[in-house]
C-alpha cells in the first residue's frame, strides 16, 4: 500500500481550487493507497507539518499550493527517500512549471498516481533551501512589495516592479565565486536553480534542475531608461538580449554587503528578512525526489 500525504495550502490561488480531503480520497483506491490530508494555516505551517510527517515514514508527501508552500514542504524532505509530490494551485508555479506539472488538479493527482520520479538539484542559502531560485537586491524588494499588496497577480506583480525600480538603491557588494572576487553594486543579485521564476517569465531560460549548477545573474546599477529595457526583455523573455546582464554558472556563492546590518531576500518568491550581512549560498546535488510527469 502506498501511504501519501497531502499538505494543502487552503488560500492558494486565493483559495479557488476547492482541494479538499473527501476530493482526494476519492481520487485513490482505498485498497492501494493510504491518504492523509492536513491544511496550512500561516506561513511556515507546512513545515511544522512535514516534519511531523516524515516521522510516519510515507512514500509521497504532496504540496498543494504555490512556490512558497512547496519551498516549505520540500525543504523537510531533502536528503530523504521521501518523493516530493506537487500540485500546483499558486499563483507562480515555477517549479512545476519546469517540471511540466499542469494546473490542472486532475491532470496532477494522475502524475503522481503514476509515481514516476527522479532526483533534482537544490540550492542553499544559509539555512534555507531554495527550489527555483533566490535572489537580492530588486528582486527581493519587489517580492516584499508584492507580498504587501495582498493580490497574488501577475499586474500586482508588475506594479511591484515598476515602484521597486524607482525606490531601489543598490549597495556595494562583494561576491566570491569560481575562485573570483568581485566588488560591485548590484541592481540584482538572482541565483537560479530552474528555467522558470513564475508567470511563464524566466531570467535563466537554459538553467536545469538536474545539471549540478546553480545559474547567477548579476545586474549591475542601471540608467532609467536601462530599467525600461531590462523590464521588457523580461516580460518577453528576452533575458539574453539584454547585454547588461552577466550569466555564470556556479557551485557556491559568499555574498558581504558591508553597508548593511541585515539583508532582505526573496527564496522561492517569498520575502525573507535575513538577520546577517553574509550569504552563503550553495549547491545540493540531488537533494530532492520528485514526482515528475
Not at 504532496?62 to 536528503?79: M, P, Q
Request: proline share 3%.
Amino acid at each position: 500500500m502506498t501511504y501519501i500525504h497531502f499538505i494543502v495550502n487552503p488560500i492558494s490561488g486565493s483559495g479557488k481550487h476547492n482541494i479538499s480531503t473527501p476530493f482526494l480520497k476519492s481520487c485513490f483506491d482505498e485498497l492501494n493507497y493510504r491518504i492523509e490530508v492536513d491544511f496550512s494555516k500561516h506561513k511556515k505551517h507546512a513545515i511544522a507539518l512535514t516534519k511531523k510527517i516524515v516521522e510516519n515514514n510515507p512514500d509521497y508527501v504532496v504540496a498543494c499550493g504555490g512556490d512558497g508552500t512547496i519551498n516549505e514542504v520540500a525543504s523537510c524532505l531533502v536528503g530523504t527517500t521521501i518523493k516530493l509530490g506537487i500540485i500546483p494551485v499558486g499563483s507562480g508555479n515555477g517549479l512545476a512549471s519546469n517540471l511540466n506539472i499542469p494546473r490542472d488538479v486532475k491532470t496532477a493527482i494522475q502524475i503522481i498516481k503514476a509515481g514516476k520520479h527522479m532526483a533534482m538539484d537544490v540550492g542553499k542559502v544559509n539555512n534555507h533551501y531554495f527550489f527555483s531560485n533566490m535572489g537580492i537586491g530588486i528582486d527581493s524588494m519587489i517580492i516584499k512589495k508584492y507580498e504587501q499588496s495582498g493580490n497574488r497577480t501577475l499586474l500586482a506583480y508588475i506594479k511591484a516592479s515598476l515602484l521597486s525600480s524607482l525606490e531601489f538603491k543598490p549597495k556595494e557588494s562583494v561576491l566570491s565565486y569560481n575562485n573570483k572576487i568581485i566588488h560591485t553594486k548590484p541592481f540584482m543579485l538572482f541565483v537560479s536553480n530552474s528555467n522558470e521564476m513564475g508567470y511563464n517569465m524566466s531570467l535563466t531560460p537554459t538553467a536545469s534542475l538536474t545539471d549540478g549548477w546553480l545559474d547567477l545573474v548579476v545586474i549591475p546599477q542601471l540608467s532609467f531608461w536601462n530599467k525600461i529595457a531590462l523590464g521588457i526583455s523580461v516580460l518577453r523573455n528576452k533575458i539574453q538580449n539584454f547585454k547588461k546582464a552577466e550569466h555564470h554558472l556556479i557551485k557556491d556563492l559568499i555574498v558581504k554587503v558591508p553597508e548593511s546590518i541585515f539583508l532582505d531576500a526573496q527564496i522561492d518568491g517569498e520575502s525573507y528578512n535575513l538577520k546577517t550581512n553574509v550569504l552563503t549560498i550553495s549547491l545540493v546535488e540531488n537533494g530532492l525526489t520528485v514526482l515528475v510527469s
